[in-house]
Protein backbone atom coordinates (compact mmCIF):
# COMPACT_ATOMS: atom_id res chain seq x y z
CA UNK A 1 0.00 0.00 0.00
CA UNK A 2 1.82 3.35 -0.86
CA UNK A 3 1.86 6.05 1.54
CA UNK A 4 -1.15 7.94 2.41
CA UNK A 5 -1.03 11.45 1.44
CA UNK A 6 -1.89 12.68 4.98
CA UNK A 7 0.85 10.62 7.27
CA UNK A 8 3.00 12.80 4.33
CA UNK A 9 1.65 16.00 4.84
CA UNK A 10 2.36 15.30 8.83
CA UNK A 11 5.61 14.27 8.87
CA UNK A 12 6.29 17.01 6.09
CA UNK A 13 5.08 19.70 8.67
CA UNK A 14 6.62 17.89 11.16
CA UNK A 15 10.06 18.54 10.04
CA UNK A 16 8.98 22.32 8.81
CA UNK A 17 8.15 22.88 12.61
CA UNK A 18 11.34 21.38 14.30
CA UNK A 19 13.33 23.21 11.46
CA UNK A 20 11.30 26.23 12.48
CA UNK A 21 12.16 25.52 16.28
CA UNK A 22 15.81 24.97 15.75
CA UNK A 23 15.68 28.04 13.94
CA UNK A 24 14.14 30.59 16.18
CA UNK A 25 16.56 29.00 19.19
CA UNK A 26 19.58 29.82 16.56
CA UNK A 27 18.50 33.24 16.22
CA UNK A 28 17.41 34.35 19.42
CA UNK A 29 21.07 32.75 20.60
CA UNK A 30 22.39 35.08 18.38
CA UNK A 31 20.46 38.39 19.14
CA UNK A 32 22.65 41.16 19.75
CA UNK A 33 23.43 42.37 23.57
CA UNK A 34 20.37 44.57 22.93
CA UNK A 35 17.92 43.85 19.42
CA UNK A 36 16.68 45.76 17.47
CA UNK A 37 13.06 46.17 16.40
CA UNK A 38 13.65 44.08 13.28
CA UNK A 39 14.35 41.14 15.61
CA UNK A 40 11.86 40.93 17.80
CA UNK A 41 9.36 41.36 14.90
CA UNK A 42 10.88 38.66 13.45
CA UNK A 43 10.91 36.19 16.28
CA UNK A 44 7.26 37.82 16.79
CA UNK A 45 6.40 36.18 13.75
CA UNK A 46 7.87 33.18 13.85
CA UNK A 47 6.30 32.59 17.49
CA UNK A 48 2.64 33.50 15.90
CA UNK A 49 3.02 31.17 13.00
CA UNK A 50 3.96 27.75 15.81
CA UNK A 51 0.71 29.39 16.99
CA UNK A 52 -1.37 30.03 14.18
CA UNK A 53 -0.31 26.63 12.02
CA UNK A 54 0.40 23.93 14.38
CA UNK A 55 -1.45 24.69 16.85
CA UNK A 56 -4.75 25.97 15.14
CA UNK A 57 -4.47 23.65 11.66
CA UNK A 58 -2.59 20.53 12.49
CA UNK A 59 -3.08 19.54 16.46
CA UNK A 60 -7.00 19.91 15.65
CA UNK A 61 -6.78 17.37 12.91
CA UNK A 62 -4.86 15.04 14.95
CA UNK A 63 -7.18 15.29 18.15
CA UNK A 64 -10.77 15.46 16.37
CA UNK A 65 -9.37 12.87 13.21
CA UNK A 66 -6.49 10.79 13.47
CA UNK A 67 -6.55 9.78 17.09
CA UNK A 68 -10.02 8.89 17.52
CA UNK A 69 -9.43 6.65 14.57
CA UNK A 70 -6.02 5.14 16.12
CA UNK A 71 -7.79 5.04 19.40
CA UNK A 72 -10.79 2.75 18.03
CA UNK A 73 -8.61 0.38 15.65
CA UNK A 74 -5.99 0.32 18.62
CA UNK A 75 -7.24 0.53 21.94
CA UNK A 76 -3.71 -0.06 23.17
CA UNK A 77 -2.14 3.33 21.92
CA UNK A 78 -4.59 4.95 24.23
CA UNK A 79 -2.00 5.98 27.00
CA UNK A 80 0.36 7.49 24.21
CA UNK A 81 -3.04 9.56 22.71
CA UNK A 82 -3.68 10.96 25.87
CA UNK A 83 -0.12 12.04 26.78
CA UNK A 84 -0.20 13.94 23.43
CA UNK A 85 -3.82 14.99 23.89
CA UNK A 86 -2.16 16.69 27.44
CA UNK A 87 0.78 18.16 24.91
CA UNK A 88 -1.66 19.91 22.54
CA UNK A 89 -3.30 21.58 25.47
CA UNK A 90 0.11 22.73 27.39
CA UNK A 91 1.54 23.30 23.57
CA UNK A 92 -1.07 26.14 23.15
CA UNK A 93 -0.67 27.77 26.31
CA UNK A 94 2.79 27.55 26.23
CA UNK A 95 3.10 29.34 22.86
CA UNK A 96 1.09 32.40 23.98
CA UNK A 97 3.67 32.20 27.00
CA UNK A 98 6.67 33.07 24.87
CA UNK A 99 4.94 35.62 23.42
CA UNK A 100 4.21 37.64 26.16
CA UNK A 101 7.79 37.01 27.49
CA UNK A 102 8.86 37.83 24.56
CA UNK A 103 7.32 41.68 25.34
CA UNK A 104 8.45 41.87 28.58
CA UNK A 105 12.16 41.03 27.15
CA UNK A 106 11.09 43.95 24.63
CA UNK A 107 9.82 46.60 26.82
CA UNK A 108 11.21 45.81 29.83
CA UNK A 109 15.01 45.20 28.52
CA UNK A 110 17.70 42.62 29.43
CA UNK A 111 16.57 41.54 32.15
CA UNK A 112 13.80 39.45 30.89
CA UNK A 113 15.79 37.64 28.23
CA UNK A 114 17.26 35.07 30.43
CA UNK A 115 13.86 34.05 31.30
CA UNK A 116 12.31 33.92 27.60
CA UNK A 117 15.75 31.80 26.49
CA UNK A 118 14.91 29.70 29.58
CA UNK A 119 11.50 29.06 28.76
CA UNK A 120 12.18 28.76 24.68
CA UNK A 121 14.38 26.17 25.40
CA UNK A 122 12.59 24.16 27.33
CA UNK A 123 9.58 24.83 24.65
CA UNK A 124 11.42 23.49 21.51
CA UNK A 125 12.57 20.30 24.12
CA UNK A 126 9.05 19.55 24.49
CA UNK A 127 7.70 20.43 21.49
CA UNK A 128 10.52 17.89 19.11
CA UNK A 129 9.77 15.42 22.00
CA UNK A 130 6.21 15.72 21.42
CA UNK A 131 6.50 15.12 17.62
CA UNK A 132 8.82 12.11 18.64
CA UNK A 133 6.12 10.44 20.55
CA UNK A 134 3.75 10.82 17.60
CA UNK A 135 6.25 9.73 14.89
CA UNK A 136 7.28 6.81 16.85
CA UNK A 137 4.14 5.14 18.98
CA UNK A 138 1.25 6.80 16.91
CA UNK A 139 2.04 7.10 13.39
CA UNK A 140 3.61 3.19 12.37
CA UNK A 141 0.10 1.92 14.59
CA UNK A 142 -2.44 4.49 12.13
CA UNK A 143 -0.80 3.07 9.34
CA UNK A 144 -0.87 -0.19 10.14
CA UNK A 145 -4.58 -0.05 11.25
CA UNK A 146 -6.01 2.26 9.46
CA UNK A 147 -8.30 1.57 6.62
CA UNK A 148 -8.86 2.61 3.16
CA UNK A 149 -12.18 5.20 4.25
CA UNK A 150 -10.01 6.45 7.76
CA UNK A 151 -7.00 7.41 4.84
CA UNK A 152 -9.35 8.95 2.32
CA UNK A 153 -10.88 11.56 5.19
CA UNK A 154 -7.87 11.98 6.90
CA UNK A 155 -6.34 12.85 3.09
CA UNK A 156 -8.62 15.31 2.31
CA UNK A 157 -8.56 17.03 5.91
CA UNK A 158 -4.99 17.39 6.38
CA UNK A 159 -4.22 18.68 2.28
CA UNK A 160 -6.80 21.75 3.65
CA UNK A 161 -3.49 22.82 5.55
CA UNK A 162 -1.33 24.13 3.19
CA UNK A 163 1.41 25.18 5.09
CA UNK A 164 3.97 27.15 2.75
CA UNK A 165 6.91 26.07 5.15
CA UNK A 166 6.53 22.64 4.01
CA UNK A 167 7.44 23.95 0.43
CA UNK A 168 4.53 22.51 -1.20
CA UNK A 169 2.24 25.49 -1.23
CA UNK A 170 2.62 29.11 -1.88
CA UNK A 171 1.54 30.93 1.22
CA UNK A 172 -2.93 32.12 1.14
CA UNK A 173 -2.48 36.09 0.32
CA UNK A 174 -3.29 36.59 4.12
CA UNK A 175 -0.34 35.07 5.27
CA UNK A 176 1.96 36.58 2.58
CA UNK A 177 3.60 39.20 4.66
CA UNK A 178 4.32 36.54 7.29
CA UNK A 179 6.13 33.80 5.61
CA UNK A 180 8.05 36.58 3.80
CA UNK A 181 9.33 38.47 6.73
CA UNK A 182 10.30 34.62 8.01
CA UNK A 183 11.89 33.25 4.94
CA UNK A 184 14.18 37.10 4.57
CA UNK A 185 15.13 37.05 8.32
CA UNK A 186 15.01 33.90 9.50
CA UNK A 187 18.36 32.07 10.19
CA UNK A 188 18.25 28.46 8.10
CA UNK A 189 17.04 26.10 8.22
CA UNK A 190 14.19 27.89 7.45
CA UNK A 191 15.17 31.18 6.45
CA UNK A 192 17.80 33.02 4.69
CA UNK A 193 18.74 35.50 7.66
CA UNK A 194 21.30 34.99 9.90
Not at 4 to 27: F, G, K, V
Not at 74 to 101: F, K, S, Y
Not at 159 to 186: G, S
Request: proline letters at 7%; hydrophobic letters at 45%; aromatic letters at 8%.
Amino acid sequence: MAIPASLRTIRDEHMALAAMLRSLQQLVRQAPVEPDERFFDTVQAMLFYIDEFPERLHHPKESNLLFPRVARAAPEAMAAIERLEQDHIQGEVAVRALQHQLLAWKFLGAARRQSFVQALDRYVGFYLEHMRTEETEILPVAERCLGAADWAALDEAFAANQDPLTRQHAPAPLYERLFQRILHDAPAPIGLGG
